[in-house]
């Protein structure tokens, strides 16, 4: 005799198995692809001709990410070395270049000022590695970026993301329009000046350089038409005025000393001792009387403002190294009037950027 326990049950036949398909195709021509997902995502390839399952399409906001799941995401940018395409060859720069937030300075008088700042960050990357997790930059600067800003707080953002990266080479630079308040000639009025600024921190085998960029923004009169226009009223009784034009100049300084602070404020001093020609902010009549008579006092060609720039950085303890970059917007030419004076190794170059000019344009 066959004794079968009460909880064996007989296996389906065929019959069984296709009117539990029609029934389950059924409930699933009234469900939702969310229902059906829910119930069992084989489901879906079950009454589909497609191999393909139905995927969700609402937002899970309920979902949470905890680090046993992270560890299942893919990284393709540090997979092996065999995912490398082209030349395996280092890189000097791979980073990311004008994340934007604002940053907290402080001036010279003791105040701090909060300014939109454009940063980029960049690492070396070894021959054999596929890639770097770029959000890591932002992270490592995202950790300072609530402090009063210095070349102290730069590295120390240079030397997390570094480390974070494994990378020898490293470097962060920074941009951001500067504001001062200037008096007008004569009038006695006052109005914000803007300056274009970049402050940048390299590290490269092993040396680390602190450079400031200023673009400062003049008006030259040029000699030759002087001379020219003041021999027509001499010789000929004839109005004639001399051609002026908006010009920009880049210092570029390499901070030499430590221990003595380079203020934003003391390069735009140098550059205004050197040429007083600054356009203006606030003008009156008699501030644009002043002006023309300050032009005329002053009148420069591109060569001799790279000169007179150089003559105060040269005089200048805290500069090391330094690039003056020029550029006579002409008022009499269709052409500009350039000029590049150099100081030291850092800025010395065989070749320049081909539109390394056409970024001294002042847009206002």
């Known amino acids: 005799m066959n004794i079968h326990p009460n909880d064996m049950q007989p296996q389906p036949d065929r019959d069984e198995a296709k009117a539990a398909l029609d029934k389950l195709r059924k409930w699933a021509a009234q469900a939702s692809d969310r229902q059906i997902n829910d119930l069992d995502p084989a489901i879906a390839r079950l009454l589909s001709n497609s191999d393909y399952p139905t995927l969700a399409r609402d937002y899970p906001e309920e979902f949470t990410v905890d680090p046993d799941y992270r560890a299942t995401l893919p990284d393709l940018q540090n997979g092996p070395a065999s995912l490398i395409r082209g030349a395996r060859r280092a890189i000097q720069h791979v980073g990311i270049s004008n994340f934007r937030l604002p940053i907290r300075y402080e001036t010279r008088d003791g105040d701090a000022i909060m300014l939109e700042s454009s940063v980029t960050g960049t690492v070396s990357l070894e021959a054999d590695k596929k890639g770097i997790n770029m959000s890591r930059i932002m992270r490592s600067f995202y950790a300072h970026a609530e402090k009063t800003f210095s070349f102290a707080v730069i590295e120390a953002a240079l030397d997390d993301y570094k480390a974070d990266l494994e990378s020898f080479d490293a470097r962060i630079q920074m941009r951001f329009s500067y504001p001062m308040k200037v008096p007008s000639l004569r009038s006695g009025l006052q109005g914000y000046q803007y300056y274009d600024i970049a ?104 060569e001799d403002a790279a000169r007179l720039f150089a003559a105060q950085l040269e005089a200048d303890e805290r500069v090391g190294d330094f690039r003056i970059a020029a550029s006579h917007q002409e008022s009499l030419h269709s052409h500009d009037a350039v000029s590049v004076l150099t100081e030291g190794e850092t800025f010395a170059s065989a070749s320049l950027d081909p539109n390394f000019f056409s970024t001294l344009i002042h847009r206002g």
């Not at 034009?245 to 550059?271: G, N, P, T």
Request: net charge negative; proline share 4%.
């Open 199 to 302: 402050l940048e921190l390299v590290e490269s085998a092993g040396q680390r350089l602190r450079i400031v960029h200023l673009d400062y923004v003049y008006s030259s009169t040029c000699p030759c038409s002087l001379e020219l226009s003041e021999h027509a009223r001499r010789d000929r009784g004839q109005l004639a005025t001399p051609h002026s034009q908006r010009s920009v100049a880049r210092l570029s300084v390499v901070l030499d000393d430590d221990d003595k602070r380079l203020w934003f404020e003391d390069l735009i001093d140098m550059a205004r001792r050197a040429v007083p020609t600054e356009t203006q902010v606030m003008v009156k009549r008699e501030d644009e009387q002043a002006f023309a008579e300050l032009n005329a006092a002053n009148p420069i060609f591109v």
